[in-house]
């Protein structure tokens, strides 16, 4: 890692590396910013997986009040969610406050022990879920975490340099006397001053504090790294800042991001594939352009809606605001059958009755509903009764046999023809 040259646009102050003029920036969107740095991320069609997540659940116990507390129920955080990561590339997630974005990533950092599931990391399929603390320990080393609020993730009363240099003495992967200079180097890379190992968390600024995190979790030079809303705490331009480093990164570490955000303009910016969450459950997942462009999903379309297009109210023709009506059902009780089905007004008496499979409509589009369409051109009847052997009510038909539908990660080779309705292939 010595020999790694650091990107001279990431290692320039902040406030230099995008050459807006100041009073310029709050009327331009993220995308305008960022871009002045460096294009939208591409993807890698030919990137083996660096991790796969299989019908993974994370459930947190309710627990009753009184002297003898028992449990009374469970919050459905996580509720069987599969997905890969490429290899050097990024995966977004996306989705509302509650949706279980945050619960995903430190399940796959193992914060959390998962309920069920699987998450298999690397060449050799290690099962991320079924391993020890005392197994994991050596492959915490390949999976890192980037945390949002970077005023209350770094310890305020260690230096950088002891922030920093946390990992590599935990790890024992260099002699004690040696950790300072990688320190030093690692502050370069990411664009802060080397001679600034022994200040405290309180003497920078937020992006750089940003910064000092994600020289904490490139320490040990990681495969995977889980940036949870890095940057929702900052403003547009320091924004941009971050995330055209978090490319430089990616590009000279070969790092694979899980970029869990809200802001649906740094997602495409960052991020070539996107999976949209709604309620525990991935409810959309496609290549950047399909789910921009020709979402399927009503879920992702009221999202995609409510992004504020400066460009389009400046000249009109601004598409319309779909309103979702009611509140966001409780994980401890959420509906049956399709989970978005109570604010869904395209909603019939099969969503009530049988849950809508993840099921692959494209060759790198998935999504879980029984009407997908593009917007304004939603089938009036379900699509998937013929798949699951039910009638349009979802009542099981007689003599019709399910057909078996993959709910793995990834992609396979054929998938189901909306407009058709029949089994195709590339």
């Keep these: 890692m010595s020999d790694v040259k650091p990107d001279q646009s990431a290692a320039q102050p902040e406030g230099e590396l995008v ?160 950790i300072l200079g990688r320190v030093q180097e690692i502050l370069e890379v ?4 080397p001679e600034h190992y022994n200040r405290y968390p309180n003497e920078f600024s937020g992006g750089q504090r940003q910064r000092i995190g994600i020289a904490r979790a490139l320490t040990l030079n990681p495969k995977l790294l889980v940036a949870d809303e890095p940057v929702s705490a900052l403003d547009v331009s320091i924004q941009a800042q971050v995330i055209n480093l978090l490319q430089d990164i990616q590009r000279e570490f070969d ?49 995609l809606s409510a992004v504020p297009d400066v460009k389009q109210a400046a000249i009109g023709g601004r598409r319309e605001r779909i309103r979702l009506e009611g509140d966001v059902p409780s994980p401890i009780n959420p509906p049956s059958g399709c989970r978005f089905r109570t604010r869904c007004s395209m909603a019939q008496e099969i969503c009530a009755k049988v849950e809508p499979p993840l099921l692959q409509i494209g060759k790198r589009h998935k999504v879980a509903c029984h009407f997908p369409g593009e917007l304004g051109a939603h089938p009036q009847t379900p699509v998937t009764a013929g798949l699951l052997g039910v009638d349009r009510q979802g009542s099981p038909e007689p003599g019709q046999t399910p057909t078996p539908v993959d709910l793995g990660p990834g992609f396979a080779k054929t998938w189901f023809d909306v407009k058709t309705q029949q089994v195709v292939g590339s």
Excluded at 190 to 193: E, F, P, Q, R
Excluded at 260 to 283: N, Q, S, T
């Design 19 to 178: 050459s807006t003029p100041a009073e310029d920036v709050s009327k331009l969107s993220f995308s305008d910013v960022a871009e002045q740095g460096h294009k939208p991320a591409q993807f890698n069609p030919d990137a083996e997986p660096v991790l796969e997540v299989e019908n993974l659940k994370m459930y947190f116990p309710v627990k009753s009040s009184g002297v003898v507390r028992r449990t009374i129920g469970h919050v459905q955080a996580v509720d069987g969610i599969s997905f890969q990561v490429p290899s050097g590339g990024s995966l977004g997630l996306v989705g509302e406050s509650g949706c279980g974005k945050s619960t995903t990533g430190r399940l796959i950092t193992r914060l959390y022990t998962p309920t069920g599931g699987s998450m298999r990391f690397g060449h050799d399929q290690v099962d991320l879920a079924a391993m020890s603390n005392r197994e994991l320990k050596p492959l915490r080393r390949n999976v890192q975490m980037i945390f949002q609020d970077p005023y209350t993730s770094l310890n305020p009363r260690h230096t950088v340099g002891s922030i920093v240099g946390a990992p590599l003495a935990v790890h024992k992967v260099m002699p004690k006397n040696k």
């Design 190 to 193: 990411v664009g802060l001053n």
């Design 255 to 303: 790092v694979a991001f899980l970029f869990i955000a809200h802001d649906l303009a740094i997602v495409r910016h960052f991020c070539p594939e996107v999976a949209v969450m709604y309620l525990g459950k991935i409810v959309e997942i496609a290549d950047r352009e399909t789910i921009y462009g020709h979402a399927h999903h009503p879920y992702t379309q009221a999202l």
